[in-house]
């Protein structure tokens, strides 16, 4: 196989960062230093233009400019069935934010982080009882017969494994006697699946390590 360099800058210019990243298994040095802050920055850059064009712009301000300055009479057209001039709420309660750095002012950001926390809360607490709890409790409700021998011990093994790995997590009680058993059965559960977890994980960042090889090769070497 014969080299043939990419012509590329960005290449280069990744390939570089690349090595910079991986020099870190050697010890830790500016170089490695210099790719981890330029990352950051530019991730947080990004994401903060992305934030501003996507939801400050496309949610408040077009909204806002439309409800202002496109219409007759007043923008407060709530009977009509146009709520966009509202949003001025929610506007002041983000500046409200900002006062965080007037230290006499600072007081007024909490009405605004009280709101947040508050709806956050709310919406996430249904959405994560449905999406999650729920599903997950209707996941576990399965027939332990299912006219097929394998499927119906696959389902035994997993109504076991969910009885014994709750059991395990019971605290009423001293673990002692069949809740003693059982519980220890449940840990042999747990382990094997926290050690699939972590077994998915490491997988997972090995083809990612795989990326960045072949892209060193292939991309910037030219090997074929």
Same mark, same amino acid.
């Given at each position: 196989m014969? %080299?043939?360099l990419? %012509?590329?800058?960005g $290449?280069?210019?990744?390939?570089a960062?690349t090595?910079?990243i991986?020099?870190?298994?050697?010890?830790d040095? %500016?170089?490695?230093r210099?790719a981890?802050?330029?990352f950051v920055g $530019?991730s !947080?850059?990004y994401y903060i233009v992305?934030?501003f064009?996507? $939801?400050?712009?496309a949610n408040?301000?077009?909204p806002?400019?439309? !409800?202002?300055?496109?219409r007759?009479?007043?923008p407060f057209?709530?009977? #009509?069935g146009d709520?966009? !001039?509202?949003?001025v709420?929610p506007?002041l309660?983000?500046?409200?934010?900002?006062?965080?750095?007037l %230290?006499?002012?600072a007081?007024?950001?909490?009405?605004?982080? !009280?709101l947040?926390i508050? $709806?956050y809360?709310g919406?996430?607490?249904?959405?994560?009882?449905?999406?999650d709890?729920?599903?997950?409790?209707h996941g576990?409700?399965?027939?332990?017969?299912?006219?097929?021998?394998?499927?119906?011990?696959?389902?035994?093994?997993?109504?076991?494994g969910?009885?014994t790995? #709750?059991l395990?997590?019971?605290?009423?009680?001293?673990?002692?006697g069949?809740?003693g058993s059982?519980s220890r059965v449940?840990?042999?559960?747990l382990?094997v699946?926290f050690?699939?977890?972590?077994?998915?994980t490491?997988?997972s960042?090995?083809?990612?390590l795989?990326?960045?090889?072949q892209?060193?090769?292939?991309d910037?070497?030219?090997?074929?």
């Open positions: 014969s %080299p043939h990419s %012509p590329d800058l $290449v280069w210019v990744a390939a960062l090595l910079c991986f020099s870190f298994l050697y010890k040095n %500016p170089f490695y210099f981890e802050n330029l $530019v !947080a850059g992305l934030n064009w996507t $939801v400050l712009v408040l301000w077009d806002l400019a439309g !409800a202002f300055g496109g007759q009479g007043s057209a709530a009977h #009509l709520y966009r !001039a509202f949003l709420l506007a309660l983000g500046l409200l934010l900002f006062s965080r750095f %230290p006499r002012y007081w007024l950001a909490r009405w605004s982080l !009280a947040i508050g $709806v809360a919406l996430k607490t249904t959405g994560f009882a449905q999406s709890f729920v599903a997950q409790v576990s409700i399965q027939p332990l017969w299912t006219g097929h021998w394998g499927s119906s011990i696959s389902a035994w093994i997993f109504t076991i969910l009885v790995s #709750l395990f997590f019971y605290f009423s009680r001293e673990h002692k069949a809740l059982a449940g840990v042999f559960f382990m699946s050690g699939a977890g972590y077994g998915y490491v997988m960042r090995i083809s990612l795989i990326g960045r090889f892209f060193l090769l292939f910037w070497l030219g090997l074929r």
